[in-house]
């Protein structure tokens, strides 16, 4: 048996999976990523002192704004009326960076991983753009999905 791609008609062109056939469950998903950056662009994020703000602040923000938009960015993604979406960061010295996580919850009939996912994402852009001035090296690395509940899949724990 031949797998077939969910996000193709039978014409093979690009069409957005009908779901309304599936059942409304409460869903949530949890992504995660990291920043690597050198221990002065932590501390300066850290202290505060940053040119541009609060850094974690706005990246925060931007992160729950971005989950809110994510079918305006990625096509084909269903549009989601959320119930929560939390960023959070946790500083890490060795390697130096920010890991950031992202949790998404929606009673739906599709599942919220793309918005964890994008949340993230946009989050760890955000500490980029914030102090980019500062450390131009900063990468990101390990965005992923690392946990979802709900729907006919189940649960998935990485």
């Given at each position: 048996?031949?797998a077939?791609l969910?996000?193709l008609n039978?014409?093979?062109e690009a069409?957005m999976?009908d779901?309304?056939s599936?059942d409304?469950t409460?869903?949530?998903?949890?992504a995660?990523?990291?920043?690597?950056m050198?221990?002065?662009?932590?501390?300066?994020?850290l202290?505060?002192?940053a040119?541009?703000?609060?850094?974690?602040a706005?990246?925060r923000?931007a992160?729950i704004?971005?989950?809110?938009r994510?079918s305006?960015?990625?096509?084909l993604?269903?549009p989601?009326?959320l119930t929560?979406?939390?960023?959070?960061?946790e500083?890490?010295r060795?390697?130096?960076?920010?890991?950031v996580?992202a949790?998404a919850?929606v009673?739906a009939?599709t599942g919220?991983?793309?918005e964890a996912?994008?949340?993230?994402s946009i989050?760890?852009l955000?500490?980029?753009d914030?102090?980019?001035?500062?450390?131009?090296?900063?990468s990101?690395?390990g965005i992923?999905?690392?946990?979802?509940?709900?729907?006919?899949s189940?649960?998935?724990k990485?």
């Open positions: 048996m031949t077939r969910s996000h039978d014409k093979g069409r999976v779901v309304s599936k409304v409460s869903r949530a998903a949890r995660e990523g990291f920043v690597s050198s221990h002065k662009t932590l501390d300066l994020i202290a505060g002192d040119a541009k703000g609060d850094v974690l706005t990246a923000i992160g704004m971005a989950a809110k994510t305006e960015l990625i096509p993604c269903h989601l009326s929560e979406v939390t960023v959070d960061f500083p890490v060795d390697p130096p960076g920010i890991r996580e949790i919850k009673d009939k919220v991983e793309m996912l994008t949340a993230v989050a760890c955000t500490i980029y914030m102090v980019k001035a500062t450390d131009r090296a900063m990101f690395s992923r999905l690392v946990e979802k509940t709900g729907g006919r189940g649960h998935f990485r």
